[in-house]
């Protein structure tokens, strides 16, 4: 059975960083084709991929969020933590790690989906 | 803005079928087999329940499909019920910098 728990702060302020992170089980990030991402939703609003860390630890970041993010791995304890730096109000959102079965072509990972979601963590950015 | 289009709204009553469109650009939906479709339901976590285009994953009820035409696909739900009655959104690799990208969501109403 394939579980995803994500954690973190509830609430941070403008400027800080946010620490995220995916604790999971039923599966091995070592293994071929695996992988977890991190999606987020603002309130009332549509799912944004943020980052994906796949099972050759190639790390891919959403373009307009490349510079404020990070995606690490502690496979020994199945956990993947998401930071992300200068948090602003307009990055309040629910973020959710999920897992990733992907493929390599030519070098370059290809994400096909997200089966196996995380509950979610409404991060508040406010003062 | 979302990379894919879907509808806002699309409703139903029970027993009836209705179809979602998702319409992408030859960079993502019409180039690759890689769309999926997501249902949540209010303050729950997205559940995947179609997978490369037409697959369904075990648990899910045959009653939902997908198709794809060109670069815009498609989820159908035959004999809409009640528990139906969410968000649905899509999503596709790209091959552009942004390697997933989603919909805007549709919202599923079952009158």
């Known amino acids: 059975q394939i579980t995803l728990k994500d954690s973190g702060p509830t609430l941070v302020k403008p400027t800080e960083t946010l620490t995220l992170t995916c604790s999971f089980s039923g599966f091995s990030l070592s293994s071929s084709a695996v992988g977890v991402g991190w999606v987020r939703q603002p309130p009332g609003k549509a799912l944004e991929w943020l980052a994906l860390l796949s099972w050759d630890d190639d790390k891919r970041y959403s373009p307009s969020l490349k510079s404020r993010l990070t995606i690490t791995k502690d496979t020994s304890k199945n956990q993947v933590v998401l930071t992300m730096t200068n948090m602003d109000p307009v990055d309040t959102a629910t973020y959710y790690c999920?897992?990733?079965?992907?493929?390599?072509?030519?070098?370059?990972?290809?994400?096909?989906?997200?089966?196996?979601w995380g509950q979610g963590t409404l991060v508040t950015v406010s003062s | 803005q979302s990379a894919l289009t879907q509808p806002a709204s699309v409703s139903g009553s029970p027993g009836q079928s209705i179809t979602i469109s998702c319409t992408g650009t030859?960079?993502?939906?019409?180039?690759?087999?890689?769309v999926s479709w997501y249902q949540q339901h209010p303050d729950k976590a997205p559940r995947l329940m179609i997978y490369?285009?037409?697959s369904r994953p075990s648990g899910v009820s045959n009653r939902f499909s997908g198709s794809k035409s060109g670069n815009t696909a498609s989820l159908t739900i035959s004999g809409l019920q009640a528990e139906d009655e969410a968000d649905y959104y899509c999503s596709s690799y790209s091959n552009s910098s942004t390697l997933v990208v989603f919909g805007g969501g549709t919202k599923l109403t079952v009158l």
């Open positions: 999920a897992q990733s079965w992907a493929i390599l072509v030519r070098g370059l990972i290809r994400p096909k989906y997200f089966q196996y």
């Open positions: 030859s960079s993502d939906v019409g180039g690759y087999d890689y």
């Open positions: 490369e285009v037409t």
